[in-house]
C-alpha cells in the first residue's frame, strides 16, 4: 500500500564527525574533556567539558558518554540529573560498557529523551519520489529519523536502510508477515537470533538488526547492491545457489524496488565484517556475461 506525501523531508543527516571519527580523534576529545572536567593543567570548565564528551558521544564512543552519565549522576560541575545520568549509561550500555551497566542499576529514574547535543544534525535532504514518505504522520517521521540516526554506526547509507524498510513493512514497527517475519525491517526469528534482537518489535533494536544484517551483507557481497537486496529477501544461501538472483518473480520484484529507491550498483562495505560469499567470483563471472551477451 503506498503513502502518499511529500518528496522533500527536513531529515537527520550524519555529520562529518559522526562518520570518520578515528578511534584516535575519540580518545583526544575524551582527554580534552577530561582535562577540563577535573582542572588538570587547564582552567575547570564544566560547560566545555560536557560539550567535548557529548561530542565523542554522538559519534558512537561509550567512555566519553559514561563520563557524562556520571557527571549527572554525581553533580559534577552540573545539576545533578538523574534521567539524563540514566540516558548516557544506559547509551553506553547498548555498546556493551560494563561499567555504565553497573551505574544504571544505581539510578532509578527513567532515562531522558535524547538531549540536544546527541540530536542528529538537521538538513534539508530531497528524496526519491518513488519512496512517498508522509513526513507529516509522526510515527512515520520518527521510524525515518530513527533510520537515519542509527544507520551510519553500521556503516549503511540512510537511503538503502530506508529502501528496505519502505518495502518491507511500509514503516511498520508491528508488521507480521504470512513468514512471520516481524517489525520494522522484517526479521525472521532465526535473523533476529543471529544479530541479538531480543525484542523485534521494539523499533530501534529491529532496526539495529536489520542493519547489521545489511552491513553482514554488504560486506559477504562486497558491496553489490542487488546481491544485497536478493539476499535480504530471499537469503544469502538462495543467492550462492543459484548464482545471482534467485529466480523467484517476489525476490526479482523486490530487487527492482530496493534499485529503484536506491539507484546504485555498490555500496561502501566494511571487508573485516565477514570473508566474502564462496561463490562471489562465480556470481560476478555469471552477471557480467549477461551483461555482454
Not at 275 to 282: C, I, Q, R
Request: hydrophobic share 40%.
Amino acid at each position: 500500500m503506498a503513502i502518499c506525501g511529500l518528496a522533500i523531508a527536513v531529515l537527520p543527516a550524519p555529520t562529518l564527525a559522526e562518520a570518520t571519527r578515528s578511534e584516535a580523534e575519540l580518545k583526544g576529545l575524551r582527554e580534552q574533556g577530561r582535562a577540563l572536567e577535573h582542572g588538570e593543567g587547564v582552567a575547570k570548565d564544566p560547560a566545555k567539558a560536557v560539550a567535548l564528551y557529548c561530542e565523542g558521544a554522538k559519534a558512537g564512543d561509550p567512555e566519553a558518554a559514561y563520563s557524562l552519565g556520571w557527571m549527572y549522576a554525581n553533580g559534577r560541575g552540573v545539576p545533578r540529573d538523574d534521567a539524563l545520568a540514566a540516558f548516557f549509561f544506559d547509551f553506553a550500555v547498548k555498546k556493551e560498557h560494563e561499567p555504565s551497566r553497573k551505574m544504571l542499576r544505581f539510578i532509578s529514574t527513567p532515562a531522558a529523551a535524547m538531549p540536544k547535543c546527541m540530536e542528529p544534525d538537521v538538513i534539508e535532504e530531497p528524496l526519491p519520489s518513488a519512496l512517498k514518505l508522509n513526513m507529516d504522520n509522526e510515527k512515520v517521521r520518527k521510524m525515518v529519523e530513527l533510520i537515519h540516526q542509527l544507520a551510519p554506526e553500521y556503516g549503511v547509507k540512510p537511503l538503502l536502510a530506508l529502501a528496505i524498510a519502505r518495502t518491507e513493512s511500509n514503516f511498520n514497527p508491528g508488521a507480521v508477515s504470512e513468514k512471520n517475519a516481524q517489525g520494522l525491517m522484517q526479521l525472521i526469528p532465526e535473523t533476529s537470533a543471529r544479530f541479538n534482537v531480543r525484542k523485534p518489535f521494539d523499533p530501534e533494536q529491529n532496526i539495529r538488526g536489520g542493519l547489521a544484517y545489511l552491513r553482514w551483507l554488504l560486506a559477504y557481497f562486497r558491496g553489490d547492491v542487488a546481491l544485497v537486496a536478493a539476499a535480504y529477501n530471499a537469503g544469502e544461501g538462495a543467492v550462492n545457489r543459484y548464482r545471482g538472483i534467485p529466480p523467484y518473480a517476489e525476490t526479482r520484484d523486490y530487487v527492482k524496488r530496493i534499485l529503484g529507491f536506491f539507484p546504485r550498483e555498490a555500496h561502501p562495505y566494511d571487508e573485516a565484517v565477514t570473508a566474502p560469499s564462496p561463490d562471489l567470483d562465480a556470481i560476478l563471472r555469471r552477471k557480467a556475461e549477461r551483461k555482454t551477451s
